[in-house]
């Protein structure tokens, strides 16, 4: 799969690593495409960095936003103003003390922080995940054998569903599905399952408590 990720950090970074290991092709893009060069390098299998405009260009099969949440708003403006109905999976979280009073109205609202991507992105194709895992647990627990940690997320619609659970499979994390994208306050800040590193049979117990 070819596979864009829109902000390469902490969470955008070391998705891209796992999945080029994992025999994707990542386009690692950034405001700065010029300082990905050690991510790339860092990488096996293939992988290069790119402008946003041309991550987008690229004709991806799915994009990962791994950008502050106040990136959305111009992101989604560039994207759903030129390039395709791609599946987004959106891995932000809305912090006002990072973001802005943008973060703050969206906490405020009664509309789930993946809603807000997806209205805005204009594409019922998006998906929720990797945003409730820690970098560190995302960076060093995956490719696991056996105990493996579960990945939670949530999908507007199939195709959005099933490559998000693929994507989750291919690096070695146990796929759980929360639903449809009304569902996701659980997995905002904060909340019942955010930031919690659980394996599936404690994950889907917290979610039905
Ligand atoms: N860190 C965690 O433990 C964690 C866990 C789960 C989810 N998250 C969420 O995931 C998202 C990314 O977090 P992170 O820790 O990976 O952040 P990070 O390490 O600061 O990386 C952010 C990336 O986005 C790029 N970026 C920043 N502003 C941008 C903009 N306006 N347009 C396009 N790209 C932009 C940055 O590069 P340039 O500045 O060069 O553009 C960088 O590549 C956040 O929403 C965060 O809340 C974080």
């Known amino acids: 799969m070819k596979i864009g990720i829109i902000g390469s950090g902490n969470i955008g970074g070391n998705l891209g690593k796992h999945w080029a290991k994992a025999g994707h092709d990542v386009l690692f893009s950034s405001r700065h495409p010029e300082q990905l060069n050690d991510l790339v390098n860092a990488s096996e299998g293939n992988a290069k960095a790119v402008s946003i405009e041309e991550a987008f260009e690229a004709d991806a099969d799915v994009y990962l936003l791994a950008t502050p949440f106040k990136a959305i708003d111009k992101l989604s403006e560039l994207y759903a103003g030129e390039y395709g109905n791609k599946v987004i ?5 809305p912090y006002p003390e990072r973001d802005g009073e943008m973060a703050q109205e969206v906490r405020d609202s009664n509309r789930n922080a993946s809603e807000y991507t997806a209205m805005k ?5 998006t998906a929720k995940a990797f ?3 820690r970098a560190e647990h995302l960076k060093n627990s995956a490719f696991r054998d056996s105990e493996k940690l579960a990945i939670p997320y949530a999908a507007q619609d199939e195709d959005s569903k ?7 499979q291919d690096i070695g994390f146990d796929a759980v599905y929360v639903g449809d994208l009304t569902e996701t306050k659980i997995m ?4 019942k399952i955010y930031a919690k ?9 917290l979610i039905k408590a």
């Open 131 to 133: 945003n409730t895992i």
């Open 121 to 125: 992105f204009n594409t019922a194709k």
């Open 197 to 205: 590193s659980l394996e599936r049979k404690e994950l889907e117990k």
């Open 89 to 93: 999976i959106d891995a932000t979280n």
């Open 162 to 168: 099933q490559l998000t659970q693929q994507l989750i």
């Open 188 to 191: 905002d800040p904060d909340q």
